[in-house]
């Protein structure tokens, strides 16, 4: 593989030596600027470290790693192409073949050293076609040796590239779509560069300020979460757990600001307990309906196992019971513990179960007292009567005949 140097080179020869195939193309930066479209050797070409299709397996491989993937690496530059062909195989199958039959008719846009900022995906398949796929379709492989690319100006520098790339893979509606939790990575990923809420929100077309706000409020909890669980940076296990982190964010809120409605004075240990908890029902992908109207609870609600002390305190006894027998260690293990009717699924059911009868019998023990209030005010106006209304008189019998049976019933 050649250099970023010697890419940078053979380019720049391209741009000064042969004529482009497209002139007065525009980007959604450098209003005013126009830009060529050229024919460059795919072998000149390296993905991008930030593509945001495959930044959180990037991230999580660097994690393991312990190293920032180069693309100065042969290994690292093949590791970076397999990511993209694999991250949507159905869908690259259809492109690919799409490709074999009508060649490339998305133009394509590289930095000047030959970096794709758009269009890692149909570089990533002509690459396979050019590599021997073209074959399967009977087409000959030179027919897919190049990309039509704009060549971005050497003096475009990585924040600006982060921007267009942005507008351009995310701002853009897209005919393969992104997992969400990349989605949160690229927030991150801008905010760290400097990027305001407004730049953000433009960028990646949300509606509003308040929608980046709230994205890195959940990034920010799902990075605590992997840190939590001892795999940071691991964020292939967020796979499938937005809407979790969605719900856990509000409550959590609630729990370290007093406002979560519980009917005993917990405390910050009693919601590290809590919060522990809920990491460990997302680690075992536990089923998120549930988990939310069981577990979290409604935030604006009073129906989660952590409002009653009593419900919660036998909850969590058997819930670390459960841990400790079990010792679960890899993925595989907490996912066995979180299936449907596993041993999480039924602790949960059964401090459900226990949360619904102590809520009723609070519910008949504040009615009884409400009742006996107002049993004595009548009496007390009674007292002052000389004589009862006969409709009055008869009601009053048929209450007493309904709570001497209530009462005959419990004794």
Not at 33 to 53: C, E, G, H, S
Request: proline share 3%; net charge negative; hydrophobic share 40%.
């Amino acid at each position: 593989m050649i250099t970023r140097a010697e890419a940078r080179a053979k380019i720049q020869d391209i741009i000064t030596n042969h004529a482009p195939i497209k002139t007065g193309l525009t980007l959604p930066i450098r209003k005013g600027m126009t830009f060529n479209v050229y024919k460059i050797p795919l072998a000149y070409l390296v993905p991008n470290v930030l593509n945001d299709r495959i930044t959180w397996k990037i991230r999580e491989f660097e994690a393991i790693q312990g190293r920032s993937l180069s693309i100065e690496s042969d290994d690292d530059v093949a590791y970076l192409y397999n990511l993209v062909l694999n991250e949507h195989p159905a869908d690259n199958e259809r492109t690919k073949a799409d490709l074999a039959k009508n060649g490339q008719q998305v133009d394509g846009v590289i930095t000047s050293d030959g970096i794709i900022v758009d269009g890692n995906r149909r570089a990533t398949l002509l690459r396979a076609l050019f590599n021997g796929d073209a074959d399967k379709y009977g087409q000959s492989v030179e027919d897919f040796r190049y990309f039509n690319a704009i060549v971005l100006p050497g003096d475009i520098d990585g924040k600006e590239i982060m921007a267009l790339e942005t507008m351009l893979q995310i701002g853009a509606d897209k005919p393969v779509g992104y997992n969400r939790i990349c989605l949160y990575i690229k927030v991150d990923n801008l905010l760290n560069a400097g990027y305001t809420y407004p730049q953000i929100k433009q960028y990646m077309g949300l509606k509003s300020d308040k929608d980046v706000e709230e994205m890195q409020s959940i990034f920010k909890l799902m990075t605590e979460y992997l840190v939590a669980i001892g795999k940071p940076n691991h964020f292939t296990l967020l796979d499938g757990l937005e809407d979790q982190f969605i719900n856990t964010k509000t409550v959590f809120k609630r729990l370290d600001n007093g406002t979560y409605s519980a009917e005993w004075d917990y405390t910050p240990e009693d919601v590290v307990e809590f919060k522990t908890v809920c990491y460990d029902y997302m680690h075992a992908k536990f089923e998120g309906k549930k988990y939310r109207d069981v577990l979290v609870g409604k935030p604006n609600k009073s129906n989660g196992v952590f409002i009653e002390k009593s419900v919660w305190q036998d909850f969590l006894t058997h819930h670390n019971n459960i841990l400790d027998a079990n010792d679960p260690t890899s993925e595989a293990d907490w996912e066995f513990l979180g299936k449907k009717g596993g041993k999480l699924d039924q602790n949960l059911n059964n401090a459900s179960q226990r949360l619904i009868t102590v809520l009723n019998d609070k519910n008949i023990s504040k009615l009884i007292r409400e009742v006996q209030v107002k049993v004595d005010r009548i009496d007390n106006l009674l007292e002052k009567m000389d004589e009862v209304a006969e409709d009055d008189l008869d009601n009053l019998k048929a209450l007493s005949k309904a709570i001497y049976k209530i009462v005959a019933k419990f004794e």
